[in-house]
């Protein structure tokens, strides 16, 4: 199965600061994906990517969100202005319905 | 669009005993379907999927879960519950031929007594 590396696994942040959050997957893949997990609470959809463009994204997505892979294997989140209530756990995951999901190990973000 | 519910929010059992977690979903036809695990601050771990054809599935560390058409749900089992599977339990599912997305249910936490 193939594996997902997220970095940081923690980064602390104060409010208002730009964080950028990476996942690097193993082998090539097509569809990719950030979830979050507000600590206690369930593991919530934000936007998948496939063929290098969004193809679908949550309402939690807003214009303070974005995602790229700037260099072909990277996948990167980038929150612009981070608030409080962005602390949570994010979590990349690679994958297809058909062929089932792999999920990185998370990145705890705290915004302070 | 499709929803997940896991009625449980928490269920104690003891070490030794059966286990079942519910999860009912709602979808139009016929979803991918999976169960994963999560350890206190660990990430998801994949216990088992279920994409078409036998709908009793068999996962990892002893799991198995049945697709039941008619009651729109995927229960997980196990016949033996061990110390070390406490951990909190979340069904999800994707649309087949639609968004690829996962969506969860809110989760199970499961606490094993001695």
């Known amino acids: 199965e193939p594996e997902v590396t997220q970095t940081p696994s923690h980064q602390v942040t104060q409010m208002g600061q730009e964080v950028i959050l990476r996942c690097v997957p193993i082998?090539?893949?097509?569809?990719f994906y950030w979830y979050r997990q507000i600590l206690g609470q369930k593991v919530e959809f934000l936007v998948s990517?496939?063929?290098?463009?969004?193809?679908?994204k949550s309402e939690i997505f807003d214009d303070q969100f974005s995602v790229e892979r700037p260099d072909g294997s990277n996948f990167t989140l980038k929150i612009r202005s981070t608030k409080l209530e962005d602390s949570a756990m994010y979590f990349c995951?690679?994958?297809?319905?058909?062929?089932?999901?792999?999920f990185g190990s998370g990145t705890r973000l705290t915004v302070v | 669009a499709q929803s997940v519910t896991q009625p449980d929010i928490h269920i104690t059992v003891s070490e030794g005993a059966s286990l079942e977690l519910r999860c009912n979903y709602s979808?139009?036809?016929?979803?991918?379907l999976f169960w994963y695990v999560q350890s206190p601050g660990q990430g998801l771990q994949l216990l088992l999927k279920?994409?078409?054809?036998?709908?009793l599935v068999q996962g990892i560390k002893g799991f198995e879960a049945e697709f039941k058409r008619s009651q729109s749900s995927f229960n997980l089992r196990k016949p033996s519950v061990h110390w070390s599977d406490a951990a909190e339990y979340f069904c999800?599912?994707?649309?087949?031929?639609?968004?690829?997305?996962?969506?969860f249910g809110k989760g199970t936490k499961l606490t094993v007594n001695p």
């Open positions: 995951a690679i994958g297809q319905g058909n062929y089932g999901y792999t």
């Open positions: 082998s090539n893949h097509l569809y």
């Open positions: 990517f496939y063929n290098n463009e969004i193809s679908e």
């Open positions: 979808y139009g036809a016929t979803p991918y």
């Open positions: 279920y994409f078409s054809g036998d709908t």
């Open positions: 999800a599912v994707a649309a087949q031929g639609g968004s690829e997305k996962l969506v």
